[in-house]
């Protein structure tokens, strides 16, 4: 089985740059175990780590807002957003590999707060058993990661 990696974000600065529906290969939204649609936020982040920074792409899945609605619905592209939740799954399917990202939600950041809440696994709805993993979001055959990866001066 599977699980779910949790990723300390505190070296990390991020901004959304779009959002989009997750789509099966028929077109039509995918929905978690929960219920909820997904969408995929692609994101542009700062990794700052020993004095150097490095800076990425990475498409992260999340699920709707608690309304329904989209994440990040009116806010501006390239602001900078909070995540909670913020995990890594490793995935395996007809001779593929890769690490599918996701988190519990994806917030316009207030002014002066981290990018990031640290991981704390969200409790399974259908768990019976105490300290059980939660299940992931993640299910795509589509590789979530970095695109891009430059180093400043």
Do not use: C
């Not at 608690?66 to 007809?94: C, I, K, N």
Request: a negative charge; hydrophobic letters at 40%; aromatic letters at 4%.
């Amino acid at each position: 089985m599977l699980r779910d990696i949790p990723i300390d974000l505190t070296a990390i600065e991020a901004r959304a740059v779009e959002v989009s529906p997750r789509l099966d290969n028929e077109g039509a939204p995918r929905i978690d175990p929960e219920g909820r649609a997904q969408y995929t936020v692609a994101l542009a982040v700062t990794v700052t780590v020993a004095g150097r920074r490095t800076f990425e792409a990475l498409h992260v899945t999340v699920p709707a807002q608690d309304d329904g609605s989209a994440p990040l619905v009116g806010v501006p592209a390239y602001s900078p957003v909070t995540m909670t939740g913020f995990r890594a799954r490793p995935w395996s399917m007809e001779g593929r590999s890769g690490i599918a990202l996701a988190a519990e939600s994806i917030t316009e950041a207030m002014p002066g707060a981290p990018s990031a809440a640290p991981y704390a696994p969200a409790p399974a709805a259908t768990s019976t058993s105490p300290g059980a993993p939660a299940s992931a979001a993640t299910s795509s055959g589509s590789s979530a990661g970095a695109r891009t990866t430059k180093e400043a001066s």
